[in-house]
């Protein structure tokens, strides 16, 4: 499948991947502050933002797997034949490892933000899929957005950016409920997947919010840990999303690991 791409810059190719249920624009701070260092490609992901979800049965679980097989696809749609650095944040992050899992060799380097490398408790795969549920009924997103908004932002920016945490609740909010549904669905069906990212042996860069309660620092440092030569970035003052809340020092460490691999 197809997806809406935008794409800003120049230089090597640089491939961002949202989170849930959330859409491209969340990349756009980092953009601007990058775009002169990459090409960056940001895409929504299949049923959210601007992208299609297939009819029927098809739409109903937007596996991790689709997700990354459509990334390829639509960069190869843009001319992007070659290798390229990934990265995803939370859900986003998800994708990036069924994308190693997938199409290694299309990987110049990966970077993981504020995401897990492991599955879902049976509980939590459970929650999932009657959230879905619940959203197919509702014909709605608002309950996801009330469920997601006061998590996804750590205290400074809920103290000092209360017209970003507005704004993401009500986009959340407006989300394309089969989308989410769908997405959720295909969250609660990922692998472990550890094991292929320490595989992989690609320059790995770890960017975790240092407040974020859904993927927590520690989390994210023992993968690090367990990841031979990878780097790990605690973003101070920020919770789930670095790039929306401290988007200069998102960048700033993404564009240093970048600038290594030069």
């Given amino acids: 499948m197809i997806l809406s791409?935008?794409?800003?810059g120049v230089g090597d190719p640089l491939v961002l991947v949202h989170g849930f249920p959330l859409d491209r624009s969340m990349w756009t701070p980092l953009v601007e502050r990058l775009r002169e260092r990459c090409r960056v490609f940001?895409?929504?992901?299949?049923?959210?933002?601007?992208?299609p979800l297939p009819e029927g049965e098809a739409g109903r679980v937007s596996t991790m797997e689709a997700m990354a097989d459509d990334i390829v696809e639509t960069l190869g749609?843009?001319?992007v034949g070659g290798a390229f650095t990934l990265a995803g944040l939370s859900m986003g992050g998800y994708v990036a490892l069924a994308m190693l899992e997938r199409h290694r060799a299309r990987f110049r380097a990966v970077?993981?933000?504020d995401t897990r490398t492991a599955p879902d408790t049976p509980e939590a795969a459970q929650r999932r899929l009657e959230l879905a549920e619940a959203v197919d009924e509702a014909g709605s997103a608002r309950m996801v957005a009330d469920l997601m908004t006061p998590r996804l932002f750590g205290p400074d920016a809920t103290r000092d950016q209360p017209g970003l945490v507005a704004e993401w609740d009500a986009k959340m909010a407006a989300a394309p409920p089969r989308g989410v549904a769908a997405a959720a669905r295909g969250m609660s069906a990922r692998p472990d997947r550890l094991q292929t990212l320490i595989d992989a042996q690609l320059p790995t860069l770890l960017v975790?919010?240092?407040?974020?309660?859904?993927?927590?620092h520690d989390e994210m440092k023992g993968i690090a840990a367990a990841v031979p030569g990878s780097s790990f970035v605690a973003i101070p003052r920020s919770g789930h999303m670095p790039p929306l809340e401290q988007p200069g020092l998102c960048a700033d460490a993404i564009r240093t690991f970048l600038d290594r691999l030069a």
Avoid at 5 to 8: A, D, F, L, P, R
Avoid at 42 to 51: A, F, K, M, P, T
Avoid at 208 to 216: K, Q
């Fill in 5 to 8: 791409c935008e794409v800003e």
């Fill in 208 to 216: 975790v919010g240092e407040h974020d309660v859904i993927t927590p």
């Fill in 42 to 51: 940001s895409v929504d992901l299949r049923g959210l933002g601007s992208s």
């Fill in 111 to 113: 970077v993981l933000l």
């Fill in 77 to 79: 749609a843009e001319g």
